[in-house]
């Protein structure tokens, strides 16, 4: 393996991890700096079923939303916002397509850059297009579609990012098994190779076209694992197997970094606060204003460490408040007003830590995602940094650890159960990657629509 692993913190303590604030400030093309001392909120408009049929109602659909969430900035008086726009399909199928859009938002952005002197910047997000069960994840139609995207809309954004799909073929049929090998597989082995590949060609279009090449998420996985956790009570996955993913989730989106890849990371990779750890690059986070998309236990503490506030993803739809991009938009501008007023008021530790307590003890995936659980998870990553499996299993185990040794967190007797099964299975584990891949090709060989080619494996 060719890929430079991270072998050192960023980071020296938890203690010195903070919103707004990272040690590799980035700046991009609009002049915006992210990480540099102040929160700035990031709106997910998305469009309505219906609109994608075909360009003119597409570019029509974001013309409003966009709009919408610029024009709230200037109402409340917000001076910072990214907007946000994840490709539907139709945008990567049809590259021109998402250019256009990307073009009529930076177009609109500079409008309000010029007559309101708003701070504005623009993410694109390329829906990855590759599906291991019709054809290559290298070498496909649909992996060049996903490649020309990146390249159509790099001349318009100014941050670049994607959600990777990289071994979810295994983690789907590990997750239905409650199989954290199989997880420990498809992320890190599978989906560090695949974003290892994937990666330097989109930091390439990136730098072609002066624009930020900002991450990737485990949204494919580790967000599955968390979103069928669910509730306190729901059991179609055990929470504390969804914190082992999460845990492994950030060996796997750390290769974007690795890379070249310079942040900010994107909203929905929960592991982020880890990641920042590691590199000290911005990141962006969600929590509680993406209760519009989906469910979470931990709506506080993924505020802890962010440079961005962002909401998943809002459908265009109108309110009592006005349309969806503006609402989201108030409650994403007020939140991040209050962190950076807390920051000027020289109160930020304290404002931090009522973000991270409330959700301690709340949850699983809440406890590991506090600042001082996501360093020690990183410094686990980074001390065994000799293959992407062996970090990722390392992370896992911390995690796990973590869990166990707080008595204040507490387990139902399954969830309990669960986690020492799984720290067991993950114990009795090989040391050496190429042994664990061994054991992992004669395991899952047969699952349907993997192809080891895929992975050079």
């Known amino acids: 393996m060719s890929l430079k692993l991270s072998g050192r913190m960023a980071y020296e303590s938890p203690d010195t991890m903070m919103f707004g604030t990272a040690l590799e400030p980035v700046c991009t093309r609009c002049g915006m700096t992210i990480g540099g001392g102040a929160v700035i909120p990031e709106i997910v408009p998305h469009p309505r079923p219906g609109s994608e049929q075909n360009l003119k109602t597409l570019l029509r659909e974001f013309e409003r939303a966009n709009g919408d969430a ?16 994840e490709h539907v399909s139709q945008m990567t199928h049809n590259p021109e397509w998402g250019r256009e859009i990307a073009s009529q938002a930076a177009g609109q952005i500079g409008e309000y850059v010029e007559k309101y002197g708003l701070n504005a910047g623009y993410r694109t997000t390329i829906a990855d297009l590759r599906k291991p069960e019709i054809g290559d994840m290298r070498r496909s139609d649909r992996t060049s579609l996903v490649l020309e995207a990146f390249e159509a809309c790099a001349e318009y954004a100014d941050i670049l990012s994607i ?6 073929e295994i983690s789907d049929h590990a997750l239905l098994r409650n199989d954290i090998v199989g997880m420990l597989f498809a992320q890190a082995v599978l989906g560090g190779r695949d974003m290892e590949w994937l990666w330097p060609q989109i930091v390439r279009v990136a730098k072609k076209h002066g624009c930020v090449a ?27 197997m969804a914190a082992l993913c999460r845990a492994m989730a950030a060996g796997r989106s750390l290769v974007a970094y690795e890379c070249g890849a310079t942040g900010p990371g994107k909203d929905c990779g929960y592991e982020n606060p880890i990641i920042k750890a590691i590199t000290g690059l911005p990141m962006s986070a969600e929590g509680k204003t993406s209760a519009c998309a989906h469910m979470s236990l931990c709506g506080n503490v993924t505020a802890a460490v962010c440079d961005l506030w962002a909401n998943e993803a809002v459908e265009y739809h109108e309110m009592f408040g006005g349309t969806t991009p503006a609402v989201f938009t108030e409650m994403l501008g007020y939140d991040a007003a209050m962190m950076n007023s807390s920051i000027a008021l020289g109160l930020q530790k304290e404002f931090q830590a009522c973000l991270a307590n409330s959700d301690r003890y709340r949850s699983a995936h809440g406890f590991i995602l506090c600042p001082d659980n996501a360093w020690e998870i990183g410094k686990a990553l980074v001390e065994n940094n000799d293959s992407m499996y062996s970090r990722a299993r390392a992370a896992a185990l911390k995690c796990g650890r973590l869990m166990l040794s707080d008595a204040r967190l507490r387990f139902t007797s399954y969830e309990r159960d669960s986690l020492l099964s799984y720290l ?29 080619a895929s992975y050079e494996l």
Do not use: W
Not at 430 to 438: K, L, T
């Open 424 to 452: 067991k299975e993950l114990e009795a584990l090989p040391d050496r990657e190429g042994d664990f891949i061994d054991l992992c090709l004669k395991k899952y060989g047969k699952v349907r629509a993997f192809k080891p």
């Open 214 to 240: 900002g991450g990737d998420t485990d949204c494919a996985q580790a967000n599955v694992a968390m979103y069928m956790a669910g509730g306190f009570v729901s059991k179609d996955v055990p929470h504390t």
């Open 70 to 85: 610029l024009e709230q900035c200037i109402l409340l008086g917000f001076p910072n916002v990214v907007v946000e726009n």
């Open 163 to 168: 959600e990777s799909v990289g071994g979810k």
